[in-house]
């Protein structure tokens, strides 16, 4: 699926001094500049519907595209998109499946892949992508780096958005989680006794001290070789972030939010980003997806750098 309509928006002029994101992306075509950043969408609700909770995040893909868009770059740069990844019926593993393979393919031809959710069930097709590519030496370890009310570390038989993490820490003893922001109210006694069997370090959101957290991720990235993060916009106020799958009461703020996605960057170990549950149907003047595209902004702009 493409999604060249998504990226419109005021054309001030064509020299590098007027660019805005529109203009810089292009589709995407394999060998096209290394080292890139490549959009990839992932439509897909199925695992907020089994994780009961409210459906929107299907539409959330274009939703961050048309907010990123009109957002001016400080400096040129080029960047691409790889189209939209779908999940038709209740078919979430194969979507999963399906994004893993494009992930990896994206990964193994240099690129650095951004992936606009979907539920946070897309972080399993992330994963798949990162574990099946050739960036991941034999024996490396994988650091996860959660941005989430949630741990998502469920029980449940069959996958969803509140399982992901759990299949990956199953299956994979090379991989290392860490959550900041953790909503107590919102994780049972069973969610944090899961964590703590996994080895899982994380941060309560009443815990998110600037400071504190400095120190909290830089001790993450230091026992790792390679970072994914994932960002489950239910992480931030709901003041800020109305239009998610399940709002936050109190969450961490934007600022906090922006000093992580600093820090990972600057470390040098990032290599894949996905951006989970904008549920655009709740979002009161469009302010999550804005949100969202600013801290996708900084990232993408901040890596390349």
Wanted: aromatic share 6%; with cysteine.
């Amino acid at each position: 699926m493409t999604s060249d309509s998504a990226w419109t928006g005021r054309v001030d002029g064509t020299t590098p001094e007027h660019l805005r994101w529109h203009q810089a992306v292009t589709p995407y075509e394999p060998g096209a500049d290394p080292g890139a950043c490549v959009f990839v969408g992932f439509a897909c609700e199925e695992g907020v519907r089994r994780n009961k909770g409210r459906l929107g995040a299907a539409q959330g893909p274009d939703a961050l595209r048309r907010a990123l868009s009109p957002m001016a770059l400080a400096t040129e740069l080029r960047a691409f998109d790889a189209g939209t990844i779908a999940v038709t019926d209740d078919r979430l593993e194969d979507g999963q499946r399906r994004l893993g393979e494009t992930v990896s393919a994206l990964l193994d031809d240099g690129a650095f892949p951004v992936i606009l959710g979907g539920g946070h069930e897309v972080a399993y097709g992330t994963y798949l992508g990162l574990a099946g590519s050739a960036r991941r030496a034999p024996g490396s370890i994988v650091g996860i780096l959660n941005l989430d009310a949630h741990f998502d570390l469920r029980p449940d038989p069959a996958p969803s958005s509140g399982t992901p993490f759990r299949q990956i820490l199953e299956t994979d003893e090379d991989v290392r989680y860490a959550v900041i922001g953790i909503s107590q109210p919102s994780n049972t006694r069973i969610l944090f006794d899961t964590a703590n069997r996994f080895g899982v370090r994380y941060l309560l959101d009443d815990d998110c001290e600037p400071t504190r957290v400095a120190g909290f991720v830089d001790d993450f990235l230091d026992g790792i070789d390679l970072l994914y993060l994932t960002i489950d916009l239910d992480v931030l106020p709901a003041a800020v972030a109305p239009g998610v799958s399940a709002p936050a009461a109190y969450g961490v703020p934007v600022s906090t939010i922006e000093s992580v996605c600093d820090r990972v960057t600057a470390g040098g170990k990032l290599v894949v980003v996905d951006v989970a549950e904008l549920s655009p149907r709740f979002d009161v003047d469009n302010r999550t997806a804005r949100t969202a595209a600013r801290l996708i902004h900084r990232i993408v702009t901040g890596h390349l750098a």
